[in-house]
């Protein structure tokens, strides 16, 4: 028995960070033709389903994880790293010629750029007799998978509420900018929605700037009153609108940011695990943004 999966991608990243790679007005000035030599490499998984499994695991919770891993040399490696952190790969799905791997360049100050590539993930499960393997858990965890057809994530979520497996989610920006009436079989499936400020908008179909998130923002769609959500808003904190209660957590600082990849993704598992161990959302959200913080603190998503 499981205390949660996570569905989502699992991934490889590559760290590198020097003064070469020169950094102004937000971007990085590389040469058309330049070959540039860093004196600091890194490497790691990421990914958002590997993320927030060993996330929650670190906070106390039993996970899996269920995404793909392409049969390549990068296997053994994702699996070493999975089996170090005591989550279990026993639902992942072995695929050939399946990659996900981001080159990541950092700055002296923690900011990046990511350069990724992905094959299409465009099924959760092989087939319907995978769903077996599924019902012993007491929560999941969807991350964002754009290629998956909202069509086989609502189908998906029906037979969790079903088991009254507790089902908790993320919205990318292709979902998001969807018309909300194709949402509504979704929204109605979870019970928890964790999104950051720029997501919500394109959800809500508002500015980014226009939005008081001080305010029950959950007035712009009835059917988010049903859910408890959660918005991240990076050093702004979060907020969380349950039951009308608007409830504000402020970013934990760190003195210095080494690399902010992965730092949404453990205030997500944080936060998850607190949630399912105490019930109490601001709690959780106090865990997520101490966890995010040790996350701000250290090159990799973990």
């Not at 053994?76 to 952190?85: G, Q, R």
């Not at 037979?159 to 949402?183: E, H, M, S, W, Y």
């Not at 702004?236 to 349950?242: A, D, I, L, N």
């Amino acid at each position: 028995m499981y205390d949660l999966i996570s569905i989502g991608n699992i991934a490889i990243d590559l760290y590198f960070r020097d003064k070469s790679l020169t950094f102004k007005d937000n971007r990085f000035q590389l040469a058309l033709g330049g070959k540039y030599f860093t004196n600091y490499f890194y490497f790691g998984i990421g990914g958002g389903g590997a993320n927030v499994a060993i996330g929650a695991q670190r906070s106390g919770l039993k996970t899996a994880v269920l995404g793909k891993i392409g049969n390549n040399s990068f296997k053994e490696v994702i699996l070493d790293a999975l089996k170090k952190e005591d989550v279990t790969a026993y639902l992942c799905q072995l695929e050939e010629g399946y990659l996900d791997i981001s080159s990541i360049l950092l700055t002296e100050k923690g900011e990046r750029t990511i350069v990724n590539f992905e094959t299409p993930n465009q099924h959760i499960l092989k087939s319907e007799r995978d769903l077996v393997r599924l019902e012993k858990t007491r929560a999941v965890y969807f991350g964002n998978l754009p290629d998956v057809p909202l069509i086989e994530k609502i189908k998906l979520l029906y037979f969790f509420k079903q088991r009254n497996i507790v089902t908790i989610a993320n919205l990318g920006v292709k979902d998001c900018r969807r018309p909300i009436n194709q949402l509504a079989n979704f929204l109605n499936k979870i019970q928890i929605l964790i999104i950051n400020g720029h997501e919500f908008a394109d959800l809500i179909k508002k500015k980014f700037t226009s939005i008081d998130f001080k305010k029950d923002v959950t007035d712009f769609i009835p059917l988010l009153k049903k859910i408890v959500v959660v918005v991240t808003l990076d050093k702004k904190g979060s907020y969380s609108y349950v039951n009308g209660t608007v409830t504000h957590q402020t970013a934990i600082l760190v003195e210095k940011i080494v690399d902010s990849t992965g730092a949404g993704d453990g205030y997500t598992a944080a936060f998850i695990a607190e949630y399912i161990l105490s019930g109490n959302v601001e709690k959780a959200m106090k865990k997520g943004s101490n966890y995010a913080s040790e996350i701000l603190t250290r090159v990799g998503a973990n």
